[in-house]
């Protein structure tokens, strides 16, 4: 079985471009996060959907970020005008629909914005 | 709020040496405990989870222990091998919450020597 995967895996943009990942979850997995590494700090939650609904948008940095999940199938995550500081590794991470099940994470795409 | 704290590395050891990776969690509540890897060009893979007070979490000859007097989660491994090499990241979930809505300490690099 596939797992979670993204891409691209890494993306160099200039700063006001606009960037696009994309994350297909685990076939099946109703729940699908979103987290980002900032250099030396932690990982970061974003949001969370379930199935195309956004459950918890909390952590997204501000209105650049927009998250979308048609279908409740594959997730895209755009951002526009990238910063500099967008710079850093955009994780992925499906569950099953389920409480207390584990999180199955991508490989990440790191963005870097010049 | 809630947080996580980890040992800041690199930590370098030398083939078969023990191994301590200090972490330590402010919450509310009773949070679930995980332990992620992440190895070179691959994404995060659950190593380890407790999720409740005294619980221990093992996998790859690696231990960690819910201590809630401490509210700690330190991760332990008698000898270490090369393969082990990766940046390893404590993290808790909510009391109550999905796996998914993940807190993380910043991570500790581990180089193993042969």
């Known amino acids: 079985e596939a797992g979670v995967t993204q891409f691209p895996s890494h993306s160099v943009i200039e700063k006001g471009q606009t960037v696009t990942l994309r994350c297909d979850p685990i076939?099946?997995?109703?729940?699908l996060y979103w987290y980002r590494r900032v250099m030396g700090k932690e990982i970061k939650f974003l949001l969370h959907?379930?199935?195309?609904?956004?459950?918890?948008e909390s952590g997204m940095p501000n209105n650049r970020f927009l998250a979308e999940r048609t279908g409740g199938t594959y997730s895209t995550l755009k951002v526009q005008p990238a910063e500099l500081e967008d710079s850093g590794v955009y994780f992925c991470?499906?569950?099953?629909?389920?409480?207390?099940?584990?999180?199955?994470f991508g490989q990440g795409t790191r963005l870097t914005v010049v | 709020g809630d947080s996580v704290t980890q040992m800041e590395g690199p930590v370098t050891l030398s083939e078969e040496a023990f191994l301590t990776i200090n972490c330590t969690y402010t919450?509310?509540?009773?949070?679930?405990l995980f332990w992620y890897v992440q190895y070179p060009g691959e994404g995060l893979q659950l190593l380890l989870k407790?999720?409740?007070?005294?619980d221990k979490g093992s996998n790859k000859g690696f231990e960690a222990t819910y201590r809630k007097e401490t509210t700690s989660f330190h991760l332990e491994k008698g000898s270490v091998q090369v393969s082990d090499s990766a940046v390893y990241f404590c993290?808790?979930?909510?009391?109550?919450?999905?796996?998914?809505?993940?807190?993380f300490g910043k991570g500790t690099k581990l180089s193993v020597k042969p």
């Open positions: 407790a999720t409740k007070a005294d």
């Open positions: 991470a499906s569950s099953l629909g389920r409480r207390n099940t584990e999180a199955f």
């Open positions: 076939s099946g997995h109703d729940n």
């Open positions: 959907f379930v199935k195309e609904s956004k459950q918890d």
């Open positions: 919450a509310t509540g009773y949070p679930s």
């Open positions: 993290a808790l979930t909510p009391g109550g919450g999905s796996q998914g809505n993940l807190i």
